[in-house]
């Protein structure tokens, strides 16, 4: 299960802005290139985060396809999967761009309610 590696590397990421702050949710957008299972990073997540500031935290996973270029025709497209022949031409001077990135979009921290030291009665 590779994807506990990604996972302790958002956490880490995710700790270092927290600064012990409690969190609530983190969205992430990884790249279709690293093979992600979704089911497989909520619970890499998860086991990654017990005793920690996420611990509890929802993991949103979405998702970006690779993008490729066609050097012989110059047409561009979206994939799964790294492209090796273009669908247009036949062509394999393809340059795959894309689909591998890693980012860590947002941190939804939970609120925190202060007492103000007076009791309702």
């Known amino acids: 299960m590779h994807e506990f590696g990604f996972c302790e590397g958002i956490l880490e990421a995710v700790q270092r802005r927290a600064a012990g702050r409690r969190v609530k949710r983190v969205a992430v957008r990884a790249g279709v290139l690293h093979r992600l299972g979704r089911d497989a990073m909520q619970q890499g997540f998860a086991v990654a ?45 393809i340059d795959n761009r894309g689909g591998e990135e890693m980012i860590l979009e947002s941190i939804e921290y939970e609120m925190v309610v202060e007492s103000d030291g007076e009791n309702e009665d």
């Not at 500031?53 to 979206?78: N, T």
């Open 49 to 93: 985060a017990i005793g920690s500031e996420a611990e509890g935290a929802i993991l949103d996973l979405s998702f970006v396809p690779a993008r490729w270029c066609c050097r012989l025709c110059q047409r561009e497209a979206e994939a799964d999967d790294i492209t090796l022949v273009c669908s247009s031409c036949g062509g394999i001077e």
